[in-house]
């Protein structure tokens, strides 16, 4: 650039330019200072740049790293399963063949009636739950086999029974029973003790059994006879405004009562009434097994004023009425239990921990083909991997059990839920096994979903069209309603005397909360072409829906009926309103109005269904026990995510991130859904 100067002298002004570059001015140091600040601020951006491409950097390498780190999981699932297991479990390993002189039953906690699933997401959520809740988790086909394996080792001297907490259903308590004494008639040399701090009815049932009933000196019963109540809402609903939207078909569908009644109707007191004595007065035969045990219930329990009076005889003390009653025979604490044992039988570290024999690692040494078995995944369906295939012992017949327990729901991630999904993938495996000759629906459930119980039933009868095989029911504590739907598709209906059926009916039920909303100031409006398809949340629900509701349950009903008319034909010509509107039956009445066809455990079924396809009496048919098994990838997720977390998060953050995985997977729904489904949910002893 040049410089001119208007008076021609360049010298001054070379020498102004100059004084200038140096600064001699005052005025001229300001772009110098600007310039300064702008080195110091791309300085810092340079440095604020290089952090950030250093940590990001930084989290790029150990995304890569975790990358490779989860490919490692995956593929190393399965070696480390039973590692990560035992950990969490904290149960020694099993050598087949080293049985202990005491054979260990640890039943301090939940006994299930189906066959538990063997993937590792199960088994580490099964070992989570234990740890969390100080309890086991039982299955009665483990239970079974262990006591089946024990008759072939002579080195058992002892049996030990601990019942303390032990949570199962009256005909799970039976089968421990027949297999604990069908054990001591084989082998009449072994003592057999049972232990509780308190008995449950299912639990001490188990107990008497058993050659010696011990309880703990604090201990008791904690039933003094059976019972069954609910809550009923009709008049917090009135101060709340809310108004109960029920649309039933059955005079007595007891499940909606609690939101129109405010108390029990007496139609339905009667009926339960009936069912609970029978129930009781069934308990109390079938402890046959121990003297007089029948007789004391019936004269202590019976009488509340005498319980007392004896009770108070004894200071309080029910484990001491209890033995005075020859009810239990001794009165101990688990702990000098134990260290007697420790005396006798040798200890592992200190005295108390006696050396014993668990009953689970007794049973996992079985063969494994007598042991429940596990569909393969085969294919896809719905974004998860169902289970299709089972591999038997050729040309073996087997009869498969295939079971529906609990409420039936449209869907659920879990395999053991009663959802069409997991019926469906063990009747696949069933289509695939030729060597399967019938099937037995193992159902306990008190119903559910109209539209599940509906796709269930059209399963059943694909397989029965595409197999030609016979497939029985075997029902065991409830087999209402939805359930019973279910069972119309089955060739022969099978019940314990204990089991609970019926409730031939169906309803569906809502809240309508305008009222409320109005009240607080909330409207509704809007535009619609049709009132049917209006949502009335701050409005009251039209007398068109209403109706259309009331058609459609009437409609499900009356084909409800015909299903039960079509598939029993004794009561094709019968009054429906003798065996429908919602009434419930135990075992002999339904037996009389030839609901079912007789009264027969899991096992007297099997016999029926052998009788009915064995060719030959030589044939060796066998019981085939199916799950279905998780295979998606949100549970291998879950997998990935327990083995990871449990070594760094406390077991009941764990559990807390598993149950909102599972609640965020679950589809809601808006309308009220069509239920057929029993008052009786639970018949839990």
Sequence with gaps: ?????????????RNDYITIQTGSSKHSNTPSLIKSFCHIFMMIGSIITFIRNTVFNIIFILLIIAIFA?????????????????????????????????????????????????????????????KL??????????????????????????????????????????????????????????????????????????ATAADRIVIDPLGGFDFKGFASANLYFKDLL??????????????????????????????????????FDSLWKLYKDSLNSRADASASLTRVFDNPQRFLEELE??????????????????????????????????????????????????????????????PKKKHRKNGADKSVTVESAEGKSEIAVLYGIGEIMDYSERPTEFTPDNIASQ???????????????????????????????????????????????????????GAYWISTACDRLYATPTTITGSIGVFSVGLGI???????????????TSELERSPLAVRMPESQRRMNTLEVEGIYENFISLVKNSRKDLKNTDYR????????????????????????????????????????????????????????????????IKTASGILAPEYVKTILDLMNKSSAAGENKPKLMAIGAIRDVTL
């Design 1 to 13: 650039m040049d410089f001119k100067d208007p008076d021609n002298s360049t010298s001054q002004n």
């Design 70 to 130: 989860l490919v490692g999981l995956v593929n190393t699932v399965t070696d480390r399963g039973a590692e990560v297991i035992s950990e969490l479990s904290g149960k020694s390993s099993y050598k087949t063949g080293q049985v202990e002189q005491v054979l260990c039953f640890d039943l301090n906690g939940p006994v299930y009636e189906y066959p538990l699933p063997d993937d590792d997401y199960s088994k580490l959520t099964r070992n989570l739950d234990e």
């Design 133 to 206: 809740n100080n309890r086991r988790i039982n299955d009665i086909l483990s239970i079974e086999k262990a006591l089946k394996a024990a008759q072939d080792e002579n080195e058992i001297k002892e049996i030990y029974l601990n019942l303390t907490d032990c949570m199962t259903t009256f005909p799970v308590a039976e089968r421990i029973y027949n297999a604990v004494r069908e054990y001591k008639e084989k082998k009449p040399d072994t003592k057999i003790t049972a232990f509780a701090e308190s008995y449950g009815a299912s639990a001490y049932r188990i």
């Design 238 to 275: 009135d101060r709340l405004r809310v108004e109960p939207l029920v649309f039933k078909a059955g005079e007595f569908k007891s499940a909606v009562e609690i939101f129109t009644e405010n108390r029990m109707s007496e139609g339905v007191k009667k009926e339960y009434q009936h069912i």
């Design 313 to 374: 005889r004894f200071r309080g003390s029910e484990a001491q009425l209890l033995k005075h009653m020859g009810l239990v025979d001794e009165i101990n604490s688990q702990l000098n239990l134990e260290y007697a044992y420790s005396k006798d039988y040798g200890y592992e570290d200190n005295m108390l921990n006696p050396l014993m024999t668990d009953y689970q690692d007794l049973a996992d040494s079985v063969n494994p083909v007598t042991a429940a078995k596990t």
């Design 427 to 481: 009747i696949e495996s069933i289509l695939e096994d030729k060597n399967i000759k019938g099937v037995i629906f193992y159902i306990n459930s008190p119903g559910g979903s109209v539209s599940a119980s509906e796709k269930i039933r059209n399963l059943i009868l694909k397989l029965k069209e595409t197999r030609e095989i016979p497939v029985y029911v075997s029902m065991n504590s409830l087999c209402a309603s």
């Design 514 to 528: 305008h009222d409320l909303l109005n009240e607080y100031g909330v409207r509704q409006d809007g535009v619609e």
């Design 578 to 641: 003798v065996f429908a509107e919602g009434k419930v039956f135990l075992c002999q009445d339904a037996l009389s109005l030839k609901l079912i066809d007789d009264s027969k455990d899991l096992f007297g079924v099997f016999e029926e269904i052998k009788a009915a396809v064995q060719h030959d009496d030589n044939d060796e048919i066998s019981l085939l026990h199916l799950s279905s098994e998780i295979g998606n990838k949100a549970n291998l997720f879950k997998s990935l995510f």
